[in-house]
Every structure is written in C-alpha cells, then in structure tokens.
C-alpha cells in the first residue's frame, strides 16, 4: 500500500465523504475504487496504436471555455455541436485519433468544464 495526498474540489470531496459514510467505508478506500475504474476504463485505449472513436461531451459555463481546446486538437475533432441545457452549454464531440491523443484531450476538456465525459464508440 502507498499513501499520498491528493487534493479534490470541495464537492467531490463532500460527494466521497457521502459515499464513505453511507457505504460504512473509508475515504481511502472511495477513492481507491473510483481510481480503479477509471484504470480500467482506459486500458487499451491509451495504448498508441489504438485507434479511438467516440463522443466526449462536456458541460461547461461557456462554449469559450473550450474554444481554444476545439483549435489546439482540430486534427483529432470530427464534428461538434453546441447546446444550451439549464443554463449551461453542453458541447458534444465527436472524435478520431489514437488513445494518447483522444486522452488529452479529453483529459484538457475535464479540466475546462463542470463534468465531461469520454464514451468509446468501436
């Protein structure tokens, strides 16, 4: 076992000490699963020579939230649409490139927006 710190915004803290205290298990061991799953959900896919398809979609304050990701990973976006949902804009991408490349940008997204999310089509 390694410990290590790890810092969290305060919702998602405060959903992992929900989810502790209503499961009657710790913090640590939220987090271990939930990083587990997450492992697990990209293997293979970060590997580079496989090839990604999907949608990333991603709900953010601002479409200029995103604006210049969609520039910086053009080669990687197929198409995009742009929508407004309860007072938030829901960018949906559609995407094509190899793992590492589909990992960043997925990963530069989740930092620019509320939640996003990576869903493999092949």
Not at 42 to 67: W, Y
Not at 68 to 94: M, N, P, Q, S
Request: one cysteine or more; proline letters at 3%; hydrophobic letters at 40%.
């Amino acid at each position: 076992m390694k410990r290590f710190g790890v810092s969290l915004p305060k919702e998602v803290a405060e959903a992992v000490e929900s989810i502790a205290a209503e499961l009657g298990v710790t913090r640590s061991e939220v987090v271990a699963n939930a990083v587990q799953a997450y492992l697990e959900s990209r293997r293979g896919h970060a590997e580079p020579s496989h090839q990604c398809l999907g949608v990333l979609m991603a709900l953010s304050n601002s479409f200029s939230d995103l604006s210049d990701v969609v520039e910086r990973h053009k080669e990687a976006i197929l198409a995009y649409t742009h929508l407004h949902v309860e007072g938030k804009c829901l960018t949906i991408f559609v995407v094509r490139g190899d793992g590492p490349q589909v990992e960043r940008l997925s990963m530069e997204v989740s930092k620019r927006s509320h939640t996003a999310r990576y869903v493999p089509l092949v």
